[in-house]
């Protein structure tokens, strides 16, 4: 297992995410934002949402978007430490636990809502480039987890933990929709995270049994990463590239107190930056 600390010191860090300036971002349970940087192992606070973080998701000028679970929102982070509140979902359906958030090419926040544990009743929303938040699929509603888009933006993966497993939604021109595929059932597991390759492979966190898998395409998950002591893993949750050539795979411990890397033999899919102006309101 090829799995080595990268840095300590976080409270509880669940989220995580590589960033447009080079910087890997990290949540923490009282709602810290981490700021770290990679070649250094050096981490800085950037700031605070007094809540409780999740997944993040950042835009061309690296401002922050974390699900929070305290707060019941998705909050804008600036790099100044200002947090404003983006969304809270619909007036229909209020967010209940916000869990993941990856932006589209174009510029839309998806964003899994995980409903209750165990069970379930989540959705993803979608919060366009002007604010607007929809409720984009109510279909894949087993603990709404993590989320990633294939390669090609055809998909939204989806993780469902009390599935538990991997289903995938297509994305319709019209950007609706459409019904959910089953990719990969993980009986015995709590899947978390999700990240893609450029290859088009799925590396997934597992919160239980502290693992890393990988899915091939049209192939069965199998085991990259395994710490049955719990240590190097400790409930490995979000997962991130990073690196300027993203040939190194972050890893939160949601367990610990930490963050890890392991090296990959393929490099890691891009994400997207957008510059994403919604409007956000202050936090009182």
């Known amino acids: 297992m090829d799995v080595k600390t990268l840095v ?9 995410a590589y960033g447009p300036d080079g910087f890997a971002y990290a949540g923490g349970e009282a709602g810290e934002v981490y700021r770290i940087d990679v070649d250094r192992a050096e981490v800085t606070v950037i700031g605070s949402t007094g809540g409780f973080l999740l997944g993040i998701a950042l835009d061309a000028e690296s401002n922050v978007y974390g699900c929070d679970i305290a707060r019941k929102a998705v909050l804008r982070i600036t790099q100044g430490g200002e947090v404003s509140v983006l969304s809270t ?9 916000p869990n993941y958030g990856v932006f589209d090419r174009a510029g839309n926040l998806y964003v899994s809502d995980s409903g209750r544990w165990p069970e379930g009743g989540g959705c993803i929303f979608r919060i366009d480039p002007e604010g607007e938040t929809t409720v984009w699929t109510t279909d894949c509603s087993l603990y709404t987890n993590g989320l990633a888009l294939s390669v090609d ?8 933990s009390t599935l538990p497993g991997i289903t995938r939604v297509a994305i ?9 595929e089953l990719v990969a059932s993980m009986p015995g597991t709590v899947p978390d995270g999700l990240a893609f390759d450029r290859e088009g492979r799925l590396y997934v966190g597992c919160y239980r049994p502290d693992r890393i898998y990988r899915i091939d395409p049209g192939m069965q998950p199998v085991i990259v990463a395994d710490d049955y002591q719990g240590t190097a ?3 490995p949750t979000n997962l991130a590239f990073i690196g300027p050539l993203l040939d190194r795979l972050l890893i939160a411990s949601l367990g610990r107190w930490h963050l890890s890397v392991m090296s990959v033999d393929v490099a890691g899919h891009p994400l997207n930056y957008p510059k994403f102006t919604a409007p956000s309101h202050g936090i009182g």
Not at 8 to 16: I, K, M, R, S, T
Not at 89 to 97: D, F, K, Q, S, W
């Open 172 to 180: 319709r021109e019209d950007g609706t929709a459409g019904l959910p």
């Open 233 to 235: 893993l400790s409930a």
């Open 8 to 16: 300590e010191g976080l409270d509880h860090p669940e989220g995580v």
């Open 153 to 160: 933006e055809g998909y939204m993966y989806a993780v469902e």
């Open 89 to 97: 979902g619909t007036a229909a359906r209020p967010m209940a636990i």
